[in-house]
């Protein structure tokens, strides 16, 4: 650069002949005067606020930018701990990273914190601690972040909320639930506070600088309840506001419906702090977060006051409309509680309110749940059951009142699942007449227990063969060829049709024309009984089911149930005087009479003196594997 015109590279290459210091000096004692001036200037004159430490944390010096940065005068920063500046033993996490870097033991650390500014201002800020390559010092910069903080904050407010009705958005609520849950497992003391060490921004999890989230605490958990509940909502027919009356109408409906929930959330008598979350989930769908919830009846005050807030008509621009909403209330201990299984229950529970007739709130009720599940769990398992051989049959005696002979067996139904044990018909005798599996099953049913009946009867020759009744469902008529299966089972097992009767209800053979009355007059010519099973619970037309081509009427058990002598309770006469009736009829129409649960020998004697030809009940067998029939065979002294 001394003068002489060179070559174009003369600029950048030292003039031969300069004489520089050794490496190793440079860096260190070799500095020239003139070099440590410079670097002083620098330093005071830089933009990043900058302090020089020595190995205690004390400020040997600070620049212009660092005193202006907290407010305090240059020279009183001198000899300060910078752990007290900028604030770094409040965290012990954070204080133990910056005493490695002092120590030596570590090259960097870089935290977040928020300062003040001596003046009260408050300011966000990056603060980054490093050992002085061959020097005893440690150098702090602060980089003031504010700026940068707050358009996050931005982002993530819009990030976070719906542009529709200001409410925290589905990410927010489901962002805040976690934290909920999390916060109140977590240990104490051991929780990851705003601010920690390494913490980049954007890592921050706080909602800070949005200003519009109710309070919430900061989830540590300390004096929590452990409960947590939920009011999961949703408008009645708010599709037909939006496909009436427009979008523009249907937004404003969700924006003043909001601001009525955030004044029910935030007037809960419950909570000394008051406000909840509210957030739309989205469509119509609301939910208010109840953290540290104090009971059910918190909620249920909360959801009432939903309620009838949304009750006052709503005027939209000159226009009143009036909603209603349904409301799933979930509250729970959070111990165990996941955000989806929460948001599931409140799914389910707002599903149910619905169902319910909608305009209301329902509690979720875990035995409903456990219905609905297990039936659900029945429903998928039924027909692999079937072939996997889960179903047995029990039978129980069906016997002569006048002589109590044991003249025939009805064969019940029982599923032994892998899962839920022995289940009893009522379980999942419906399920399968509505997903039509019951043709499968009771197929298998009609051939066990024709089998069953044929077996007995090779067993014991010398015995007057059982009978064996079947009970049939609707959908078997309907939906099957009945009458060829019954025709191809008896072929196959070798029973003779009159061993064999079919019971089924009134309701099912009630009206029945075409197909249905076709069945049972093809049945009834082959030889096989009809008895109609639960007389008395549905039409009790005898004059209509005369002319059907039945045999045996099932009186339900309700009317023997009225036969109460036993215990001392005066028999009802009405009851008495109606089956009397009923038996007289059958009989003059050529019916026999089965009644059913018999459970003492008072109705035993009363059923006997009415006339009643068979019974059936517990007084004489409860239903029973079919070894126990057989042994009942081997004792019977009535010879074939
Ligand atoms: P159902 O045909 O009226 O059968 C009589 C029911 O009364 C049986 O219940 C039996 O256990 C019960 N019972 C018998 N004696 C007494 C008594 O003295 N007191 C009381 N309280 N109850 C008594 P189960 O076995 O639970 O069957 C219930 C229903 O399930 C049956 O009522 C029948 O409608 C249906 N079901 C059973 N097996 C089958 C089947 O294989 N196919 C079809 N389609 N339905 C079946
Ligand atoms: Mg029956
Ligand atoms: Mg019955």
Redesign the pocket.
């Known amino acids: 650069m001394s003068g002489t015109p060179e070559g174009p590279h003369s600029a950048t290459v030292a003039a031969p002949g300069t004489v520089r210091p050794p490496v190793t000096e440079r860096h260190t004692l070799g500095r020239t005067a003139a070099e440590l001036r410079d670097y002083g200037a620098a330093f005071r004159a830089a933009h990043l606020a900058m302090a020089v430490l020595d190995r205690e944390g004390l400020v040997i010096s600070a620049n212009d930018a660092l005193a202006a940065l907290l407010g305090i005068e240059p020279a009183a920063l001198s000899a300060q701990a910078a752990a007290d500046l900028v604030d770094l033993e409040s965290d012990p996490r954070t204080w133990h990273a910056y005493r490695e870097v002092l120590d030596s033991r570590r090259s960097r650390f870089r935290c977040t914190r928020r300062l003040k500014h001596s003046s009260g201002h408050a300011l966000w800020a990056e603060i980054t601690v490093s050992p002085v390559p061959e020097s005893p010092t440690v150098l702090l910069s602060i980089a003031d972040i504010s700026d940068r903080r707050e358009l996050q904050a931005r982002l993530r407010h819009l990030q976070m909320h719906d542009p529709v009705t200001r409410l925290p958005n589905r990410t927010l609520f489901f962002e805040r639930l976690a934290s909920a849950l999390e916060a109140s497992a977590q240990v104490k003391g051991a929780s990851y506070v705003e601010g920690g060490p390494y913490v980049e921004g954007a890592s921050h999890r706080d909602d800070t600088g949005t200003g519009d989230s109710p309070g919430t605490g900061d989830g540590n958990g300390d004096g929590g309840t452990g409960r947590i509940g939920l009011c999961y909502l949703d408008l009645d027919g708010f599709k037909a506001v939006n496909d009436t009356l427009g979008h523009r109408t249907g937004d404003r409906l969700l924006a003043a419906v909001a601001s009525r929930l955030t004044e029910c959330a935030d007037h809960d008598g419950y909570t000394r702090s008051g406000g909840h979350l509210v957030a739309r989930l989205g469509g119509d769908e609301f939910a208010i977060l109840v953290e540290d919830s104090t009971g059910t009846e918190q909620l249920a005050d909360l959801a009432r006051s939903v309620l009838s807030a949304l009750q006052r008509p709503f005027d939209l621009g000159g226009q009143r409309l009036s909603v209603s909403a349904s409301i799933g209330v979930v509250e729970r201990s959070t111990a165990g509680t996941t955000p989806t299984g929460l948001m599931q229950a409140a799914d389910t529970t707002l599903y149910w309110a619905k169902a319910d007739g909608k305009a209301r709130w329902t509690l979720f009720d875990p035995e409903r749940n456990a219905h609905r599940m297990t039936r659900q769990a029945l429903t998928s398992s039924l027909r692999p059951a079937i072939e996997r051989d889960e179903f047995v ?2 039978y ?1 005696p069906l016997v002569g009142m006048a002589d109590g002979i044991v003249g025939g067996v ?4 029982r599923w032994n699942h892998p899962q839920f044990g022995t289940l ?3 379980r999942f ?1 419906g399920i399968a007449e509505e997903d039509g599996s ?1 043709v499968q ?2 197929r298998w ?1 009609l051939r066990t227990a024709c089998r069953q009946a044929r077996q007995w009867q090779k067993d014991h020759p010398r015995v007057r063969p059982l009978f064996v009744s ?4 609707v959908r ?1 008529v309907w939906d099957s060829d009945l009458v060829a299966d019954v025709a191809e089972i008896l072929a196959e097992t070798g029973l003779a049709p009159q061993l064999l009767q079919l ?1 089924l ?1 009134e309701s099912a053979v009630m009206g029945s024309a075409g197909r249905p009355l076709q069945a049972l007059q093809a049945l009834s010519d082959m030889g096989v009984r009809i008895a109609i ?2 007389f008395g619970t549905g039409y009790s037309n005898l004059a209509y089911l005369s002319r059907l081509p039945v045999s045996v009427l ?1 009186l339900d ?1 309700s009317f023997v149930r009225g036969f109460r002598y036993d215990e001392g309770v005066h028999p009802s006469p009405a009851d008495e005087t109606i089956v009397e009736a009923m038996v007289q009829l059958a009989h003059r129409l050529g019916l026999t009479v089965t009644a ?4 003492t020998s008072g109705q035993a004697a009363r059923l006997q003196r009415i006339g009643c030809d068979t019974g ?4 004489f067998s ?2 029973v594997a079919p070894e126990r029939i057989a042994e009942m065979i081997a004792v019977s002294p009535l010879e074939a």
Do not use: F, M, S, Y
Request: charged share 20%; proline share 6%; with cysteine.
């Open positions: 049959l029990q129980q009805e064969a019940l139904v009893a018909p009522n005798i019951i099953l009771g049913v079947v009970n049939v469902a078997q019971e209800t099973d639960d099932k058990g059913e649960c018999v459970e059936q009940g517990w007084l409860r239903p």
